[in-house]
């Protein structure tokens, strides 16, 4: 069955901005969550989200990061995150703060 987020993520209200990535349970540092963009030059940024990359927000301080492999885009943990933390990448696209 098709599933657009793993089960140990879900969406709810951020305190960062509207929707936010949160994490449903303990999520190991160094594990790759999933895919979040793929390369496609029809969309925005040359790049088409999946769910997954739809609705992490921008920090300062993230847990996360993204990692570019070919014509894809990757979010990988940089440390541990704990259940019910907000999933959080420094935005490379653009300033969020503009």
């Not at 979040?36 to 940024?45: G, L, P």
């Amino acid at each position: 069955m098709y599933r657009p987020l793993p089960t140990y993520l879900t969406i709810k209200s951020s305190s960062i901005d509207g929707l936010g990535l949160f994490s449903t349970d303990k999520i190991d540092a160094n594990f790759r969550i999933g895919l979040t963009h793929i390369k496609d030059y029809r969309f925005e940024n040359g790049y088409s989200r999946t769910p997954l990359g739809g609705f992490f927000n921008h920090s300062d301080e993230p847990n996360c990061v993204v990692v570019y492999e070919d014509d894809f885009i990757f979010l990988e943990t940089i440390r541990e995150i704990e259940s019910g933390e907000e999933i959080t990448v420094k935005y490379t696209f653009y300033n969020p703060n503009k």
